[in-house]
């Protein structure tokens, strides 16, 4: 069986123009050519999973489609062989280590971290004066996971990289490789970009180890199960260094585009505020407890990942021949799966573009969506080690902001996404008023 081409395609260049022009748009119509679809850009093609069932069958055997082709080659050139891009025969062991980490008993320390950092940058935050609200959330996780004494300008600049990178990370895996080293403006931006942000982390990670001293965020975490302790083996420095930066990238940049989505989203449905807001009372969001008591925020969250999802696709590689759907897939073959493709099918969710947070009441477990449709977290071995992090912080920015504002958009505003590796708004400015309890202005 072959796979259909998608439409579209032009000579020399494919489907480059439907990619850059409006990608989520030419994404969600590829299902109606098929469970797999043959997309081309430039010299490069691939294979587009657009079925829930082939889209679990890819993650569930991380073997046969390990992390890789076009997309992962861009990403380990800044990530190097982090946790999120390294191959198969890496992951078991990065995974073991870096796992403790992530633990629940390390949680409640982590919601501290989140509360400080929160009530921070809100507190700039004035009533009617319009605030960069992408742009808040982003210095809200960053500072989640770096120390807090690491000054405002280093931390704009950080952020700022890391938003050149992620976006050249899209353009590189699409253009040549050939044009990587012709001294355009782009990719001068992209290397000074990288450059920095290496720096930051190898200067924090030194400082860490300096002090000795756990501060209870996620980068002492880190460092505590990462480093050889007793002699037995740990990450080496090179090691713990890209899982810092991985962490850096995949976890700050997509907590916050998902909080800057929620926040829109939420502006357009009142009744939704006021019954996030009337949640919130009393719920300081800093234990266990407060968490369970957050259920709308959680649904508020699940629903925005589902029409959201922080990367709207992924490659991965066939490491031998296989077969996928009724398709034979030879040794090389790179298949690109699409947690927005799936999430926006009408045969898994009931009135998929809407925004329906209700719809995940019932769900005994948060990150087990109905009918198992929901990838946006991966899934199998390789599913994101730290999604209960990243929804608890997403749920504690929501409430808080939900608590004390409400969040108006600025009149004649459009809002539309960013061309990046991920799905955050181009542009979020919005007008925080003072929020009367119990009401909804």
Known sequence: MTAVVAPGALPLIGHLVPLVHNRLEFLRELPAYGDLVRVRVGPWQALVVTSAELTHQVLQDDRTFDKGGYLYDRIRETGGNGLVSCAHRDHRRQRRLVQPSFHRDRLPGYLQVMSKQIDEVLGHWRDGRAVDVH????????????????????????????????????????????????????????????????????????????????????????LAFCDPHDGAPGLSDAEIHDQVLTFLLAGTETTANVVSWALHLVARNPDIERRLRAEAAGVAGTTLDDLSRLTLARNVILE???????????????????????????????????????????????????????????????????????????????????????????????????HRWSMRSLPGSRVRPAQSLVLGPRTLRMRPQAATPGACS
């Not at 355009?184 to 930051?200: C, D, M, T």
Request: some cysteine; aromatic content about 6%.
């Open 304 to 402: 925005t990942v589902r029409l959201f999802p922080p990367v709207p696709l992924l490659t991965r590689i066939t490491t031998k021949d296989t077969r996928l759907g009724g398709h034979f897939l030879p040794d090389g073959t790179t298949v690109v799966y699409s947690p927005y493709v799936v999430q926006h099918q009408g045969a898994h969710f009931a009135d998929p573009e809407d925004f329906r947070p209700d719809r995940w009441d019932g769900d005994g477990e948060p990150l087990r969506p109905p009918r198992g449709a929901l990838f946006a977290f991966g899934g199998g071995a390789r599913r994101c080690v730290g999604d209960t992090f990243g929804l608890a912080e997403a749920m504690v920015m929501l409430s808080t902001i939900t």
């Open 135 to 222: 742009a808040d959330m982003q210095t809200v996780t960053a500072r989640t996971m770096l120390p807090s004494g690491l000054p405002s300008s280093v931390m704009a600049q950080m952020i700022e990289d890391m938003n050149v990178v992620l976006a050249g990370v899209v353009w590189r895996s699409i253009l040549p490789r050939r044009l990587d080293k012709v001294p355009l403006p782009a990719n001068r931006r992209y290397h000074r970009a990288q450059e920095r942000l290496r720096r930051i982390v190898t200067e924090v990670i030194a400082d860490y180890r300096s002090s000795d001293t756990d501060h209870a965020d996620l980068l002492s975490g880190l």
